[in-house]
């Protein structure tokens, strides 16, 4: 039986659904207004297919593992007073994935970058859209900070929490971005 450990962070940016393995922080997810039945199905079916059993298999438990860690560091988060997260973390993905999510870990707190930029830092720089294909499947937001990076002309495109969420993310942090939306956002 595989074991997820989830916990609930009320948040500046709405309720948070964090998830946990033994080895760490593996899912967070921004409050999508299902109940949390609902929620908790979702997560043991995600939590079932990437250990490759039945969602029957998972067991689901409230505030264990590294959940009142990470809930601990993303509050000081969201109060300004932490810029980078020391939660161990357990994510997976594709190699490629798992390498664009390790080089979003790279960009500082309050700054900004493009997608062209972080297919550049990865050696692949005619990557871009798929770049932004991971970045859109980052399951762990504001860790793996995918909010930081930015359309080529450093307009706000595309997250998966919503623009008004990347945009207070941005703001809190203090990072330069143009906050206007062109008609035509390109990555």
């Known amino acids: 039986?595989?074991?997820?450990?989830?916990?609930?962070?009320?948040?500046p940016i709405g309720k948070l659904l964090v998830a946990a393995t033994e080895r760490g922080i593996c899912r967070m997810d921004f409050d999508?207004?299902?109940?949390?039945?609902?929620?908790?199905?979702?997560?043991a079916a995600w939590a079932a297919k990437l250990e490759v059993v039945s969602a029957a298999s998972v067991e689901l438990v409230r505030d264990g593992g590294g959940i009142p860690q990470a809930v601990?560091?993303?509050?000081?988060?969201?109060?300004?007073?932490?810029?980078?997260?020391?939660?161990?973390?357990?994510?997976?993905?594709?190699?490629?994935?798992?390498?664009?999510?390790?080089?979003?870990?790279?960009i500082p707190y309050g700054t900004v970058?493009?997608?062209?930029?972080?297919?550049?830092?990865?050696?692949?720089?005619k990557a871009v859209?798929?770049?932004g294909g991971a970045n859109n499947r980052n399951p762990l937001p504001v860790i793996i900070p995918c909010h930081r990076v930015v359309g080529a002309a450093g307009h706000m495109v595309g997250y998966g929490g919503g623009l008004p969420i990347k945009e207070v993310l941005l703001r809190l942090e203090g990072a330069a971005v143009r906050y206007t939306i062109p008609q035509e956002a390109s990555l």
Do not use: H
Request: charged share 25%.
């Open 113 to 125: 970058c493009s997608y062209k930029d972080i297919a550049m830092r990865i050696g692949s720089p």
């Open 32 to 43: 999508e207004g299902l109940q949390m039945e609902e929620e908790l199905a979702s997560l």
């Open 1 to 11: 039986m595989s074991v997820i450990y989830y916990g609930y962070l009320p948040s």
């Open 129 to 131: 859209r798929a770049v």
């Open 72 to 106: 601990k560091e993303l509050e000081e988060y969201f109060k300004g007073e932490r810029t980078v997260f020391s939660v161990p973390l357990d994510v997976r993905g594709t190699p490629f994935q798992e390498q664009v999510w390790r080089a979003l870990t790279g």
